[in-house]
């Protein structure tokens, strides 16, 4: 433990010793007591310790620094090592005490280590004569809500117990001000609000995995995933997707890293995140048995996929993902190409979200199959139809599908057959219902680095062709990525034009 002193104006330093001679302020030997209340038994006060120090001016009886007046400042008093011994002189651990709290004060039980509390060179918002150190928002208020040496100071970061308020507000914003929360410091958000938002410094719903590292971020509802997390691949916790579902039961997070992962899986219940790695590739196939997709969701499960590839599934009739009976599906930054069955079925009131994917198909088969009552909602995200006949988009059944700032061609003579499809800063091959939609005509491969096995990243070409069709606005009803399926940085910026689809070159 160790003792406050102040040295010069507006630095209130830790020290582990005291120096002989050192000045202080003097005080009326009063100056401790805390509405009214002295020092607690065993305690006296040191009227060379400010009252807003952490020990509230309160220290173990017998040590208190005496006013010498042949010394200008305080000397250690009888009890203590005498001026000029060659004794070492060890700091004594300072006794703290509680008081009823009235008034915004630094709390008196918490103790600064090896931390300064400075003033020297920091703007200030003015004065606060007349409060004692350590007041919260009586004179000082805004982005200076501290006083300290009679000044009004920022809060800081590294003593924030100190220079903010008891209660919500523990964060400091960039400004100086006590906050809830910043996005480096969101310890106060939790629950349905587990992120911070930067706008408003207020906890919030999560948009983004990053905000809930380790654990995923339920992007329907905003909030992060529970259960276990769980490391899958070569050398990790578990080596395959199968045994990883059994580890964590109805509710958790998988990190998938790099491999081929040949399997099939139905997730019936609970939530479930499947997340590549950072850098790592990650494919999915299906090739070991014919018949089923290699993710299957039903019985009102949600399931959560960002950086993976589900290709080369086996069957002519199941597609990569098929999503039933209310389930639903979010997938960011993945690829869902190259399965003879079609890449996506939505079934029975489920639900698919595509942000920043390729969607590609081969042959005849529908690449997006939206049947009885499901909705899909893409954005960022670029459809490819296969060879002959096939259809991009189909819907079936009074379900219904919404696009945004995507791209979605075939190679055939119809890209969308959607009676409740809508579209908005979206390119087609025929012009479709919504705003700022573009018609390009008949698909040149060539805007594509490989159409066939759904490599829809944009060639030169490409770029010419659909440059300045999108549009990145905030609060989109998916919230507007900020990378494509890259991790390259999009504009960000309200109404900035953009390229369409998942590729942002």
């Known amino acids: 433990m160790v003792f406050y002193r102040k040295h010069g104006l507006g630095v209130l330093a830790v020290v582990g010793a ?3 001679g050192s000045s202080c302020i003097l005080r009326d030997p009063d100056h401790c007591s805390y509405n009214g209340l002295p020092c607690a038994e065993g305690l006296e006060c040191d009227p060379c310790i400010s009252a807003g120090s952490g020990v509230n001016g309160c220290v173990e009886a017998g040590t208190v620094l005496d006013e010498d007046p042949n010394v200008d400042g305080c000397q250690f008093s009888a009890t203590s090592t005498p ?3 060659e004794t070492d002189i060890e700091p004594t651990e300072a006794t703290t005490q509680s008081f009823p709290m009235e008034t915004s004060t630094i709390d008196p039980d918490t103790t600064v280590s090896d931390t300064e509390i400075s003033t020297t060179g920091t703007e200030t918002d003015g004065e606060c004569p007349g409060e004692p150190d350590g007041t919260f928002e009586g004179m000082c208020s805004g982005d200076r809500p501290f006083c300290v040496n009679e000044q009004c100071v920022s809060c800081l970061n590294e003593v924030k117990d100190r220079t903010c308020p008891p209660g919500e507000r523990q964060a400091c914003a960039p400004s100086g001000a006590c906050v809830v929360c910043t996005e480096q410091e969101a310890v106060a958000c939790t629950g349905a609000t587990p992120a911070c938002d930067p706008m408003t410094n207020l906890c919030a719903r999560c948009t983004a995995h990053e905000q809930c590292a380790p654990s995923a971020c339920n992007l329907f509802d905003g909030t992060c995933v529970g259960g276990p997390v769980v490391t899958v691949g070569p050398g990790q916790q578990e080596s395959n997707l199968t045994d990883a579902l059994a580890a964590i039961g109805d509710e958790g997070t998988l990190i998938l890293y790099q491999w081929i992962y040949d399997e ?6 609970g939530t479930v995140a499947f997340l590549a790695n950072d850098g790592d590739m990650v494919e999915w196939r299906q090739t070991s048995g014919g018949g089923v997709p290699q993710l299957r969701t039903e019985e009102m499960a949600t399931v959560l996929l960002d950086g993976l590839e589900l290709s080369l599934n086996a069957s002519l009739s199941e597609p990569a993902i098929r999503a039933i009976t209310f389930s639903r599906v979010w997938a960011d930054r993945s690829i869902v190409a190259r399965n003879p069955g079609g890449a996506i079925v939505t079934v029975n009131n489920s639900q698919a979200v595509l942000r920043n994917c390729f969607i590609g198909g081969e042959v ?5 199959d939206v049947r009885g009552e499901s909705n899909v909602s893409a954005q960022y995200t670029t459809i490819g139809a296969g060879a002959g006949e096939a259809i991009a988009v189909e819907c079936t059944g009074g379900a219904t599908m919404t696009a945004s700032d995507s791209v979605i061609l075939t190679r055939g003579m119809e890209d969308v057959s959607c009676a409740g499809f809508s579209a908005d800063h979206t390119v087609a091959n025929m012009m479709q219902v919504g705003s700022d939609n573009v018609a390009v005509g008949a698909t040149d491969v060539s805007w594509f680095v490989d159409y066939t096995s759904g490599d829809f990243h944009l060639t030169d070409l490409g770029q010419m062709t659909f440059m300045e069709i999108a549009q990145w606005n905030e609060g989109d009803p998916l919230d507007d990525p900020l990378v494509d399926i890259d991790g390259m940085p999009r504009a960000g910026v309200e109404g ?10």
């Open 264 to 269: 099939a899986l139905t997730i019936s219940a």
């Open 364 to 368: 005849d088969a529908v690449v997006m």
């Open 496 to 505: 900035a034009m953009e390229y369409p689809g998942a590729d942002l070159p």
């Open 83 to 85: 001026m000029g011994s």
């Open 18 to 20: 005291v120096s002989w």
